[in-house]
């Protein structure tokens, strides 16, 4: 439940000589595992993860979730935004129930899955708030937790702490690495943060721009379960220069 | 302060109703406002002589109110003045085939421009078509009602639908198009079928230029309802301000234009007051809250 394929995947902006944005991307994630996209912007890890969640077409090539084809979005690839993206007209509790409610999931049912989700991203006490209302890291814990409460295969992240201070990004890194823990869902995470890609992935996929494809796939052994002491960690030291080298030789 | 936890939210959600101005404010506001039409009203009168200025084409503002009061208030009697005691009647006819147009433009311009927005074929079928019938003012179309309603309130009601309708239209078009991707992204990922995300996102999204498309369109629908009962309807505030023309009762006509632009005024009001609450979350995120 929950693998991700990707063979032979290219993506080509503007029809014929326009940019290619991935070349022949191969790559493969198991179940449970969390997976890091680390690159620099431009890099096309982006694009990769919208091709996965059914937002964007590839150009060419095969992307398979659990063996079958990847036509459109769908509640089996929860998609967490950048910018949560909640929508601005719904509290917190309808932005979180918005999902089982379309798919027509029974009420007791959703409500409950809901009431218990929000208790783990600690945001019980705000279920009537406007997203207007919340600091960017309670908006985001709303983006997660709309996407847990699907329950989908996998987890579809999207830079989704970029845009938050360190303190708060800190917080909702330990957030996810608890919610990871208990759930194992399938994650893949893309970042441009070296440091979060470490200490949230059990394998980092360095890619490099121009055309986009992943350089390296590097697994972090360091044992779980993490904290953000692991951040101070020797090995986590190590981890990082070794990514720092490839990536500054994906520079030249 | 929370340090690590980050779940101090930036507005308590516990009142989130923006404050009512106080008092002082309001009044304030208030008196501002009525500087301007309380000058016009004093220096009119005074240019005044014997109740008529220009040589006697206008009364002055006091014989106006006094026509008006007979107007609303005045027994009819033996028909010795045939406006006394009908403003209301004629009120009531006016706003509701201005409710009734305004209704029918609703209807059937929110819908379509939520499709014409969502949809490149709809877009491209009926799109063209509106664009070059917007040009044709409604005045234009009183032949064809007049051959279709006869005399009578469905003409007025046709016109106002007609005028009401491009505006609010074209503006539902405009902010179905510009909804965010990624607010469609995320609720099609959460499963969200063409039809949810037309009612539960688009539609929401758009709201906004709704609105802006229902206010100008109910004005456009107060022009309407006038000129169309000003020619071809046997009532309602128009027929009388042509009907007094004709007369020669200028206190009437002025009367008469003061009621439109008071029930025009009120109505926007109510639109506003209906926004307000419809897009309190719109309203929380701007600047000028």
């Known amino acids: ?252 | 302060m929370a340090a690590i936890t980050d779940t101090a939210p930036v507005a308590p959600a516990a009142q989130p109703t923006a404050k009512a101005s106080p008092l002082p404010g309001r009044l304030r506001k208030l008196a501002l406002a009525l500087i301007l039409p309380v000058a016009l009203v004093i220096a009119w009168q005074l240019a005044g002589k014997d109740g008529a200025i220009f040589g006697g084409a206008l009364p002055t503002p006091d014989r106006v109110w006094k026509a008006w009061m007979l107007w609303a208030f005045g027994n009819p009697g033996f028909g010795l003045n045939p406006y006394a005691g009908t403003w209301m009647a004629n009120v009531i006819a006016s706003a509701q085939r201005v409710a009734a147009g305004f209704a029918l433009a609703i209807v059937v311009g929110v819908p379509l421009g939520i499709l014409i927005g969502w949809s490149k074929t709809v877009s491209a079928l009926v799109d063209p078509s509106i664009q070059w019938l917007r040009p044709v003012p409604i005045t234009a179309w009183l032949p064809i009602s007049i051959a279709i309603f006869g005399i009578s309130g469905l003409g007025a009601i046709f016109l106002i639908t007609i005028g009401a309708f491009y505006p609010i239209v074209i503006n539902t078009t405009q902010g179905a198009r510009d909804v965010e991707r990624n607010w469609i992204r995320a609720a099609l990922m959460m499963g969200a079928s063409r039809f949810d995300v037309l009612l539960r996102v688009v539609l929401p999204a758009a709201l906004p230029s709704i609105f802006t498309g229902l206010r100008l369109g109910l004005g456009i629908g107060w022009t309407a309802v006038i000129v169309s009962e000003m020619v071809a309807v046997k009532s309602g505030l128009g027929y009388v301000l042509w009907d007094a023309y004709y007369v020669g009762r200028m206190d009437i006509v002025i009367a008469d234009m003061v009621s439109i632009g008071l029930l025009g005024y009120l109505s926007d009001r109510l639109i506003v007051a209906v926004e307000m609450t419809a897009l309190r979350w719109r309203r929380m995120q701007s600047f000028n809250q």
């Open chain 1, 1 to 252: 439940m929950g693998t991700i394929a990707f063979s032979n995947v290219s993506k080509i902006y503007g029809g014929t000589g326009g940019v290619q944005a991935l070349a022949e991307v191969d790559f493969h994630i198991g179940e449970g595992e969390f997976v890091a996209l680390l690159g620099p912007s431009g890099c096309g890890k982006s694009t990769l993860l919208n091709i996965l969640a059914g937002f964007e077409g590839a150009t060419g090539g095969d992307v398979r979730f659990d063996g079958g084809g990847v036509t459109k979005p769908g509640p089996d690839r929860g998609v967490v935004f950048q910018e949560a993206s909640l929508l601005p007209w719904l509290n917190v509790w309808d932005n979180v129930v918005f999902g089982p409610k379309v798919q027509g999931i029974a009420k007791p049912v959703y409500e409950e899955r809901a009431r218990r989700i929000l208790d783990i991203v600690g945001l019980s006490q705000f279920t009537e708030a406007l997203p207007v209302q919340l600091s960017g890291g309670m908006r985001q814990r709303v983006g997660i937790a709309r996407a847990l409460v699907m329950e989908p295969r996998a987890l579809l992240m999207d830079e989704p702490f970029g845009a938050l201070d360190a303190q708060t990004r800190l917080s909702m890194q330990e957030l996810l690495l608890d919610v990871w823990q208990k759930l194992k869902t399938t994650v893949l995470f893309v970042t441009h943060d070296i440091d979060e890609a470490i200490l949230l992935a059990d394998r980092v996929c360095v890619m490099k721009a121009r055309p986009g494809r992943i350089s390296r796939d590097i697994p972090i052994t360091l044992p779980r379960p993490r904290s953000i002491d692991t951040l101070t960690d020797p090995a986590f030291v190590g981890f990082k220069a070794e990514i720092m080298a490839e990536m500054r030789g994906a520079h030249h």
